[in-house]
């Protein structure tokens, strides 16, 4: 284990990302986040995977490295920021501390749901905050763009020229220390995009010193954020993010139709192309599917987002492989066979129709209460659930009973509705807080994943 693969998401932490706290509520001590106790919301932080074997994005890995930072200075993250970096980058108005102090609340943007309501109580606090707890400003963030640059010019009092390289080298999955690492030409980028609850941005810098932030507040924001970016890319001339100019070719409606089928993506996530009605659509199993059109007879794309994919066909005509590119993002994958694919192809089929119609599975509320109680007793029934879900279960289980335990009894249990992914959707009231808890369940009825999220 090394800071580096912390810092790259390859150290094989667990975690995604937090949803943070509500106003006025109880934060935990960043150990209590790492162990998943009370009064933490989110699992145990722990290494499951082998450090270094791949990428996975674990903003829990980055609160390990925040503890390391007060370990190692004895000061508290937000102070050590402010004077390490935030100061001498003139980033004035940006400060790391949870929640934001009062005096200064009247800055910040108020945070907004996709819906247009108002987050309750406002913003939320992010105790993890090497992870999600930088309050900012579009400017602010420019000005760590540029030192960055300066940095990589010998010209930065913050880091040394050899560390700022360092910190840009692309690991295993394309990140450096922090942002993500870009570029289709010689000229290079660095990236990131920030979601909180209520907010969402995004800023891509070139080391030569082009670039831009966008920053809304709104849960939807990301779409918006992202079409200004590719606006600006496009009146810049930049070589990546401009909008791609793609024509639809006339293709033979079997040609098309042949590249049906389900590709297992090098991350692990399924990709699948099938029809809906008339129309050939894609996605990565259990989000959004996307109409899909022919540049040729090997070749399709996403008029609503930039998405290409490129096929390659076997002697005999027949896809073996499919290459998946989002934006700047690229993933390779093959096609599995139709035994394995016909699972997933059969759950997206009831995930549509179950959207349509508003049911939950008829299982699904018996089946949360069950896997509550199971854990708080340090009991999960292991045989219930899928063997992914199983084992993340056995390898967070501490973690989880303490924050289920802390929870108490479960009072209320109501369906809210069916999501896009097929996930049912419940609100849960506890004696000691509220969740919201979406459960995806497989064929065979057994927990295939779990979501939870505050209030």
Known sequence: MTLRKLLTHTAGTTVHGFPGYEAHAKLPATTQVLDGVTPANTPAVRVDALPGAAFRYSGGGFTVAQQVVHDVTGVPLPGFMRDAVLAPLNMARSTYEQPLPPERMAEAAAAYRGDGSAVPGGPHAYPEMAAAGLWTTPTDLAHYALGVRAA?????????????????????????????????????????????????????????????????????????????????????????????????????????????????????????????????????????????????EHELFAKADNVLLKFTLDANGVPASVQHRWGEWERNGARISEARAQP??????????????????????????????????????????????????????????????GLGEMRRL?????????????????ANGALTISIVLGDDDRIDGVRVQPG
């Open 152 to 296: 990589l010019a010998g010209n930065s009092k913050v880091i040394t020229a050899e560390t700022a390289r360092a910190m840009l080298a692309p690991g295993t999955g394309g990140h450096g220390l922090g942002p993500a690492i870009g570029g289709r030409t010689q000229r290079k980028l660095f990236t990131h995009g920030g979601a909180n609850a209520g907010y969402r941005c995004v800023f891509v810098a070139y080391e030569d010193g082009e670039g831009a932030v966008v920053m809304t507040n709104g849960d939807n924001g990301g779409e918006l954020a992202n079409e200004v970016m590719r606006t600006i890319a496009h009146v810049y001339q930049w070589p990546d993010y401009s909008p791609p100019i793609r024509v639809v070719a006339q293709v033979k409606p079997e040609a098309v139709d042949r590249l049906a089928g389900v590709y297992e993506l090098n991350d692990g996530s399924l990709y699948a192309v099938r029809k809906s009605g008339e129309q050939l659509v894609g996605h990565v199993v259990g989000q959004k599917a996307v109409a899909l059109y022919a540049s040729s």
């Open 344 to 405: 997933a192809l059969r759950g997206i089929e009831q995930a549509d129709q179950r959207f349509k119609d508003q049911k939950p599975r008829a299982q699904a509320e018996a089946a949360i209460r069950k896997l509550f109680l199971d854990i708080a007793a340090g009991k999960p029934d292991y045989e219930r659930m899928s063997a992914g879900f199983a084992n993340i279960t056995r390898q967070q289980l501490a973690g989880m009973q303490g924050f289920v335990k």
């Open 414 to 430: 109501a369906f809210q509705r069916v999501n896009e992914d097929g996930s049912d959707e419940y609100h849960a009231d506890f």
